[in-house]
């Protein structure tokens, strides 16, 4: 029973891995349009930061966080079965 669980939580932990390398890789760079000719970028007031939660970009950075979450979680729990 119990390495039957320990297969299923490490077939999800490769899957949620493999999920989290495709994401990142998805996500634009921090640097990306902070160059000197476009100076509004980096202002916290603008608006493509105040909409930002509502965007592809955000979304991605939220999915990011709770997979992040999620892989520790298993890696604790898988650590505590063993």
């Known amino acids: 029973m119990s390495s039957t669980v320990v ?3 490490a077939v999800c932990m490769a899957v949620i ?3 989290l390398c495709i994401i990142v890789l998805l996500q634009s760079g921090r ?3 902070l160059g000197a000719i476009s100076g509004s970028a980096s202002n916290p007031d603008s608006y493509w ?8 970009e955000g979304a991605l950075e939220r999915y990011t966080k709770i997979l992040g ?7 604790i729990v898988i650590n505590f079965i063993v």
Not at 69 to 75: P, S, T
């Open 69 to 75: 979450a999620v892989f520790i979680v298993l890696g």
């Open 49 to 56: 930061s105040k909409n930002r939660g509502s965007s592809m």
């Open 17 to 19: 891995g493999i999920l």
């Open 7 to 9: 297969t299923i939580l």
């Open 31 to 33: 640097a990306a349009g």
